[in-house]
């Protein structure tokens, strides 16, 4: 059994709390999505450079902004250059920070001593930073340890650091596409960045849909989400486009800790071993085989970008 769980009859409790939203008339009723932005690898993921990662980063912050949304990045403090310019900027806008670690390394297989290490140097970086308000970490790869001794021993750092796991629900392949589009930028072929900027939408909103597919069956509702995205500039040029088909698709922008909040990122965490799963995959009764839909969707991307043609499919997957 994977260390951090609960016992298995307060598990079935809440699964029984969270298998409905009532209604105040008592009727049994979802009510309207709800997602979280949260944005891996800052400050930057790409070749950029400094100049151009600021206007890319302000251009990204800035939709956020505009739009209301209240997102959380997290920090590859490694990569974070002498006064922290990029972060500030985050900070500026209100935008939650979270930790990262120093390097991004692999729990599977990083000198545990030498993770363990990262991931304090980064939490000390980022209070000193925000002023102590540093309270998340997300997982490199998502790799949360393949052993229960390394799921153990990264879980005894995080309650000693008081950091809170920022679990995703919506997992997806969309750095897959984040150089294409740069490359397509670089040779001027404004028709291919723009295919490439399609294939981003719906692509993310393939795998919103799916979470939403998974999260009914395994809970008998659906939950807050958290997708995951990275700084890039992909994601900065297409933010806002995404904010506005996810808005018209009926979802509400709420923060990570008011998505985390949602009861089901309590449940019982029933998967150790080396895939990077989403929280839906990962909660007990654990179903891994999952990730296959994911590795079929991420084939389906890398033929899209081979085929260097038009994509169509049905936005909602069943």
Known sequence: MSPGRCAGAAGLAIVALLRLAVTPGGGAQESAPRIAITIDDLPWNGPLEPQERAAATERLLSTLSERGVQAAGFANCGRVPPGAPLLRLWREHGMTLGNHSERHRD???????????????????????????????????????????????????????????????????????????????????????????????????????????????????????????????????????????????????????????????????????????????????????DVAWDRAEAERLREALSAGRDYRSPSRVR
């Not at 390394?150 to 005894?156: F, I």
């Not at 509702?221 to 088909?245: E, N, Y």
């Open 107 to 289: 729990l599977n297989d990083a000198p545990l001593a030498e993770w363990l290490a990262d991931v304090r140097s980064c939490d000390a970086r980022l209070r000193e930073l925000t002023g102590g308000s540093t309270k998340y970490f997300r997982y490199p790869f998502l790799h949360q340890g393949p052993t229960v001794e390394r799921q153990a021993a990264a879980l005894e750092l995080l309650q000693e650091l008081g950091l809170e796991i920022a679990h995703v629900s919506v997992d997806n392949s969309e750095w897959m596409l984040s150089r294409p589009y740069e490359a397509a930028l670089r040779r001027g072929d404004t028709a291919e960045a723009r295919r490439i900027g399609d294939l981003l939408i719906e692509h993310i909103l393939r795998t919103i849909h799916r979470a939403q597919d998974v999260a009914r069956r395994k809970v008998g509702r659906d939950v807050d989400h958290l997708l995951l995205l990275h700084a890039t500039l992909l994601v900065s040029d297409k933010m806002g486009t995404l904010l506005d088909t996810l808005a018209a698709d009926g979802f509400q922008f709420v923060s990570i800790e008011q998505a985390l909040g949602d009861p089901v990122y309590a449940l019982p965490d029933g998967y150790t071993g080396p895939s990077g799963l989403s929280w839906l995959y990962r909660m007990e009764p654990a179903s891994p085989e």
